[in-house]
């Protein structure tokens, strides 16, 4: 099994619509991310979260928002989704044991907004 | 803030031949971790080597190696006789080694590998 999942892995919707992407981990990770990646840009950070209590804005957070419902459990929400939010989202976790910790990313979700 | 340049939109090598991905990045910071992804058509991000700012020594994973410079922010990556398995997209990311540590990308290199 994944140490990292993602739900849904593709998801069509319409403009104005809610959409939540879950991601889950088994790895035992304290520290989970979010990335959405489109061509030519790369990955960039929506929101990152060292534990329940801490959640913090990446570079990209406008239209977004996030629930760490558990330490195993990140959230992602688009309270009301426009086009330009398609794109591929990955969830990433990593165990910030060291200073040089890996993160280990989920497979990714595929959002399409109308 | 840092940034990450890949200038290599797209690259292509024949099979077994060896293959070089550029990247060059921008800091002010001494410690820190540069690391190279792989993508390939399954969209699975999987590390594929990483490197710490404070070693000299080029790290190296099997066929893969890297040319650490660090006057010149350079982290390039070498493939050594390519397989048909290394066809994906190459991310170069960077991480700083104080304050919320996340990943910053480059924009993609996309390999091809010719039979």
């Known amino acids: 099994d994944a140490d990292v999942t993602q739900t849904p892995r593709n998801r069509i919707t319409k403009t104005g619509k809610r959409i939540m992407l879950e991601c889950s981990q088994t790895k035992g990770h304290d520290r989970m991310y979010w990335y959405r990646q489109d061509p030519g840009l790369g990955l960039r950070l929506i929101y990152y979260?060292?534990?329940?209590?801490?959640?913090n804005k990446g570079e990209i957070s406008d239209g977004y928002s996030v629930s760490r419902q558990a330490q195993a459990k990140f959230s992602l929400s688009l309270e009301s989704a426009i086009p330009n939010q398609t794109a591929l989202y990955f969830c990433?976790?990593?165990?910030?044991?060291?200073?040089?910790?890996?993160?280990?990313f989920g497979p990714g979700t595929r959002l399409t907004v109308l | 803030a840092q940034t990450v340049t890949q200038s290599q939109p797209e690259m292509s090598v024949q099979e077994a031949e060896t293959v070089t991905l550029s990247c060059t990045y921008d800091t002010s910071e001494s410690d820190y971790y540069l690391f190279w992804y792989k993508q390939p058509p399954s969209r699975q991000m999987i590390l594929v080597i990483r490197?710490?700012?404070?070693?000299?020594q080029n790290a190296t994973e099997n066929r893969f190696s890297v040319n650490f410079q660090k006057a010149a922010k350079s982290f390039s990556l070498k493939i050594s006789d390519s397989q048909l398995g290394d066809a994906a997209m190459y991310f170069c990311?960077?991480?700083?080694?104080?304050?919320?540590?996340?990943?910053?990308f480059g924009q993609g290199t996309r390999l091809t590998i010719n039979p």
């Open positions: 990311a960077y991480r700083s080694g104080r304050g919320a540590q996340k990943l910053v």
């Open positions: 490197q710490e700012a404070y070693k000299q």
């Open positions: 979260s060292f534990d329940v209590k801490d959640i």
């Open positions: 990433a976790t990593s165990d910030g044991s060291g200073r040089g910790d890996t993160q280990y």
